[in-house]
């Protein structure tokens, strides 16, 4: 864009979609994160967080100013009561704080809120500035739609408000600012389509079922996020606020003092935060002005009678110090990150631990970058950037406004029935394949036992498969690769580099046993876990992915001296640790070491030990199973074990209910002893696109039947 100086219209990223309309609202905002990027690196991105986290910050002060009409300082508990929301509203925001296009979003939405709130006070000319604030949301992210709902709310309720209710003059600043701002969306290279474009929007976050963060409230999922218990935990706060402050102003003077837009637009962002994850950032920003000012009223009762501090001004700033400190303190000793967000890290840097880095090499060293590549969307986005120009996408993460949402289907499809992954090749006729290394096992397994393919290149994220009928002699493993920082980011990082922790590194031979393992190849991967052993026989990981592979090699042993001999080499595993020092994992599996040999009851000691060291799905599956077992040697106690059996299936399902083969054994058992009403909510949840047997899939059709369960 920069170069042509035109705004694309249609798409070029991609050889599937190329030269499909591309509706690309986000164009100025990629303008300006293209000179951050040519300033040093995709790594300085996050600086554009940094300042759109300190814009906030600055109006959140200034919001709490408008609010009480003073400055902070003059009233302690104000002060104490402004520091808990803003390290709410952080800690509640962290999730959406990632560098993307929708800070401009946040930002504006908050804008909009102080310059609403500030005019109900002042009668400012500064609500002119909906004006250039709309056009810029207008032409930098799609959630503009949330500016025009907010103006067009805020016009109804001063409407209401001055010629129903008779409470003020019709401010004539306000509705020409308003009105002038919403006219301003037409100013786009789209010009006037952008005013019915946001309900094309909110349709596909209904339609996209592939995308976690757009999962809405009525998905397992997004009430597993941390961000939907806050937001319940914000809403009673709130509320408890608006009750507190009717009692004393009454209904008319609470509407008064924040105006009717900003109780309507409250209700509406509750709304909006239930339809997907990632919206719950609107109703934050939204509801921290009450939240303020129900903790400060908090604060005021439970402080009334306390004299320690009094109201000395030096109290305040000194406190906010300590604090800064403190918090400051927790984040760079890497706490906050292990506790709350370990996908992040400290610094500006790409992580090679989440970016195909060593593939893109790969593929570079091949001069590969302009053949047909067909790669996962979660792997694409970097092979986009660093291959540019000549790396086109199979699929990529602009979703719906590019790909129709049967193409998604298709793709997701694969997962499940990889031999779809034929026809995709038949139409595009693949040079090579790259997929993030456990994505997909199926689609892995299928391509990796197809003979004109060959594994060429893998690491610890991603893995390359090459058209070729040439074997590949060794293991094509290597070591992630750490990508250089720019010489920007590294004076940047400086004054934090010595608590910027280095990445944890996998061995690429723990790497390969996995990929191995996935995939079925065991003898592959339990020569790949040997090797592992050799580089360090006490790594957990390694212990751990080296009795995996025996127990399936156990099960799949033809002579019980085999099987014997699988058993003393997980024992010999296992003894390089001093059983003293045993953990939940080393009980797992030498439970499962037990099981392979069909020992239920040594099994079952070894799982009760591993339970109460760490609960979790896994182990109250491997509990169910032995169940299984004991009813094949002990036919006399099979009601007992059956109950255990459901038991056990139901805590695992209670820490994993989505998880389909818990849903699968609990409906289908259900349901064959005739408790459809049992059966039903499981049954409900148990889909076809597993890789069930055919067995499986027919008793599951036959139990939706016979329960009336539709698909």
């Given at each position: ?124 000319k ?7 604030l ?12 949330t ?64 995308t ?18 806050l ?13 507190l ?5 009454g ?10 837009a ?21 109703f ?46 927790y ?63 199979f ?107 280095e ?35 006490l ?22 001296e085999?099987?014997?001999s ?34 239920a ?40 074990y ?6 056990y ?19 289908v ?23 069930f ?12 039947k ?6």
């Open positions: 864009m920069v170069e042509n100086f035109a705004v694309t219209r249609s798409d070029l990223f991609s050889f599937t979609q190329e030269g499909v309309e591309w509706i690309n609202v986000k164009w100025f905002f990629e303008v300006l994160q293209y000179f951050f990027a040519s300033l040093g690196g995709p790594e300085l991105l996050l600086l554009m967080q940094t300042f759109a986290n300190i814009l906030l910050l600055w109006m959140l002060y200034k919001l709490a100013q408008t609010v009480y009409s003073l400055q902070l300082v003059k009233k302690f508990q104000v002060g104490i009561a402004f520091i808990i929301s803003v390290l709410s509203f952080l800690f509640a925001m962290d999730y959406r704080m990632a560098g993307r296009p929708e800070m401009v979003s946040h930002v504006l939405s908050l804008a909009f809120l102080l310059l609403l709130l500030n005019h109900r006070r002042e009668k400012s500064g609500i002119f500035w909906l004006i250039p709309q056009l810029f949301w207008a032409n930098s992210h799609e959630a503009y739609g500016g025009l709902v907010i103006l067009v709310v805020a016009i109804a309720a001063h409407l209401f408000e001055s010629r129903i209710r008779k409470w003020e003059p019709l401010d004539k600043n306000f509705m020409l600012s308003s009105l002038l701002a919403i006219a301003s969306t037409g100013i786009n290279p789209r010009g006037l389509y952008l005013f019915i474009h946001p309900f094309n929007i909110f349709n596909q976050v209904g339609d996209n079922k592939f976690t963060e757009l999962y809405n409230i009525q998905t397992n999922y997004f009430w597993q996020q941390t961000e939907a218990w937001a319940i935990g914000v809403l009673f706060i709130c509320l408890i606020g608006f009750f402050f009717r009692k004393k102003l209904s008319p003077g609470i509407l008064k003092q924040f105006g009717l900003y109780f309507v637009l409250f209700v509406l962002f509750i709304y909006l935060g239930s339809t997907a994850h990632r919206n719950l950032t609107f934050f920003i939204w509801a921290f002005p009450l939240l303020l000012l129900t903790i400060e009223s908090i604060g005021q009762w439970k402080l009334k009678n306390i004299k320690l501090f009094g109201a000395r001004p030096w109290v305040f700033p000194i406190f906010a110090l300590l604090l800064s400190v403190f918090c400051l303190g984040v760079l000793s890497g706490k906050y990150f292990e506790r709350f967000n370990n996908r992040e890290r400290l610094g500006l840097k790409i992580s090679p631990m989440f970016n195909p880095v060593g593939a893109a090499n790969f593929l570079k060293e091949k001069n590969a970058a302009g053949a047909t590549i067909f790669s996962d969307y979660l792997a694409s986005a970097y092979l986009m950037w660093e291959l540019r120009p000549e790396f086109k996408s699929i990529d993460l602009r979703d719906l406004d590019i790909y129709p949402a049967s193409f998604f289907k298709a793709f997701e499809q694969l997962s499940v029935e990889p031999a779809g992954f034929d026809k995709f090749d038949e139409e595009y006729h693949f040079d090579y394949v790259v997929l993030k290394r456990l994505y997909m096992p199926n689609l892995h397994r299928y391509i990796s036992n197809k003979a004109d393919w060959q594994l060429v290149y893998g690491d610890a994220i991603t893995v390359v498969y090459q058209r070729t009928d040439a074997a590949v002699l060794e293991i094509p493993f290597r070591r992630v690769e750490q990508p250089e920082s720019s010489t920007l980011a590294s004076l940047l990082n400086f004054p934090i580099s010595p608590f910027i922790p990445e944890t590194i996998p061995s690429p031979y723990l790497t390969a046993a996995e990929y191995y393992l996935t995939v079925g190849r065991f003898e592959l991967a339990w020569t790949a876990s040997q090797k592992a052993l050799e580089e360090d026989a790594n957990d990981k390694h212990r751990r992915m080296a009795l995996q592979i025996l127990v399936q090699k156990a099960a799949s042993s033809q002579t019980q085999e099987l014997r699988y058993f003393d080499i997980g024992q010999n595993i296992l003894n390089q640790k001093n059983p003293k020092d045993w953990n939940a994992f080393d009980y797992l599996e030498h439970g499962r070491l037990f099981m392979s040999m069909g020992d009851i040594n099994a079952m000691v070894q799982f009760r030990k591993s339970a109460k060291l760490s609960e979790g799905k896994d182990i109250y599956s491997l509990m169910a199973q032995c169940q299984n077992l004991l009813m094949q040697v002990d036919p006399n106690n099979q009601t007992l059956a109950k255990k059996w459901y038991e299936m139901l805590k695992a399902y209670s820490f994993a209910p989505d998880d389909p083969t818990l849903n699968f054994n609990l409906g058992s259900y349901c064959q002893s005739a408790r459809c009403q049992q059966a039903e909510p499981f049954l409900k949840k148990a889909s076809f696109q597993t890789s047997s055919d067995q499986e899939l027919k008793a599951l059709a036959e139990c939706k016979i329960c009336r369960v539709s698909n």
